[in-house]
């Protein structure tokens, strides 16, 4: 249930990255309609571990939507297979946005779900807050918002050549 997931205050990458596992554990559980997942590069996610895309495969399905922003995908393409042959099978329910706008610091580096949220202010300490309150939800959606405006598609689930 969401109320097995933390409110508050994190800090420290293991913690985020123990977050970032539960949330999405959370969301094949309980069926969450919409994940979206926010970070310049997706370096500290735990994306590349099993037991993450064994979450993944779980939540995937029919009507379900999982949203990207990212300021660049080549790292995550490198340095997370499992997750990418994830992307690969389940593209048509995966959208992957590009926003080059922002200063790799200002980038929002977030998961949000209607249920659920987790926000990192300080990429440093990897630090942030996470919670359920309707407040800090519609805080978190407002400020992705633009940039998910302005993105443009990236990492396509195939690149097919000629």
Avoid: K
């Avoid at 994190?10 to 997942?37: M, N």
């Avoid at 779980?58 to 922003?69: E, H, K, Y």
């Avoid at 297979?81 to 929002?108: K, M, N, S």
């Avoid at 309707?134 to 959606?141: C, E």
């Amino acid at each position: 249930m969401v109320d097995t997931l933390p409110s508050g205050r994190f800090s420290g990458r293991e913690t985020f990255a123990q977050l970032v596992r539960d949330a999405l554990g959370c969301a094949a559980r309980e069926g969450w309609r919409e994940v979206i997942l926010s970070d310049a590069t997706f370096e500290d996610w735990p994306l590349r571990e099993q037991g993450v895309v064994a979450s993944l495969q779980a939540w995937s399905r029919t009507g379900r939507r999982f949203l990207m922003l990212a300021s660049r995908y080549d790292l995550l393409q490198r340095d997370q297979p499992r997750f990418v042959t994830w992307r690969q099978a389940w593209g048509h329910i995966i959208e992957c946005r590009l926003y080059r706008e922002a200063d790799l610091q200002d980038f929002p580096s977030a998961l949000w779900s209607p249920s659920w949220v987790m926000q990192r202010m300080d990429l440093e300490l990897c630090a942030g807050i996470c919670g359920t309150e309707p407040d800090r939800r519609v805080q978190l959606r407002e400020r992705l918002n633009e940039p998910l405006r302005r993105s443009s598609p990236g990492f396509p689930a195939s690149v097919l050549g000629l």
